[in-house]
């Protein structure tokens, strides 16, 4: 009787395992945008193209934003043009525009201008609920200028992706470019208006006397 209790127990845990199929599959992310955020205020304006854009127009920029979730330590990269509007997990961000200094300006930096959506609740009380937690300006060399805070999410500018008319020729390349044909033209000037170097003096061989003339006879 002893044997068969722990035979009985042996034999229902089989059975409990093998009623178990492993853990279910995790529901798919929720890519969409709530429509209180669609429709309400907050909701940036469609870029559109004026006389004084300088470079790439800022429809076709594209900007790269970091987002982190400080819980699990996770990062991706989030890939927008700007009037894009992209949810991840319980986070929106929304590009207005993304700007580059231009290419002779120190220092150098890259900024987007962002709104950041977290879908999240005070107390275990109340109830999910979309709350603004940022917009304003984030720069890649300047993060201290501006910060998104919140205890579980961050983000932060990585790059906008645009150019200028000109700016693969670095001013100061060109320049040293442009002088080294003038060099070595001025180079071989001079060495075609050098004079001739002047033999150095050598003897001048005197030449025979030639015999007298016989005197007429």
Not at 189 to 197: H, I, K, L, M, N
Request: net charge neutral.
């Amino acid at each position: 009787m002893l044997k068969a209790v722990p035979f009985a127990a042996s034999a229902a845990l089989i059975v409990l395992l093998g009623g178990c199929k492993g853990e279910p599959a995790p529901e798919p992310q929720d890519t969409g945008v709530p429509e209180a955020i669609a429709q309400t205020g907050g909701k940036p304006a469609a870029p559109i193209a004026r006389k004084d854009d300088y470079g790439t127009p800022l429809k076709d920029r594209v900007a790269t934003i970091g987002l982190l979730n400080k819980r699990n330590n996770l990062s991706q990269d989030v890939v927008m043009k700007p009037g894009e509007t992209r949810r991840i997990g319980n986070v929106v961000i929304k590009l207005a525009s993304c700007e580059r200094t231009l290419p002779w300006e120190k220092p150098a930096d890259e900024g987007a201008f962002v709104q950041v959506f977290v879908e999240d609740r005070a107390t275990a009380q109340e109830r999910l609920a979309w709350h603004k937690i940022f917009s304003g300006w984030l720069f890649k060399n300047s993060p201290a200028l501006n910060v998104v805070q919140h205890p579980v999410y961050d983000v932060w500018v990585k790059k906008c992706a645009m150019s200028f008319p000109g700016e693969e020729e670095n001013p100061a390349d060109d320049a040293s470019a442009k002088s080294a044909p003038k060099a070595s033209g001025s180079a071989s000037a001079g060495a075609s208006a050098r004079p001739a170097p002047t033999p150095s003096p050598t003897a001048t061989p005197t030449p025979e006397e030639e015999p007298a003339a016989n005197a007429p006879d």
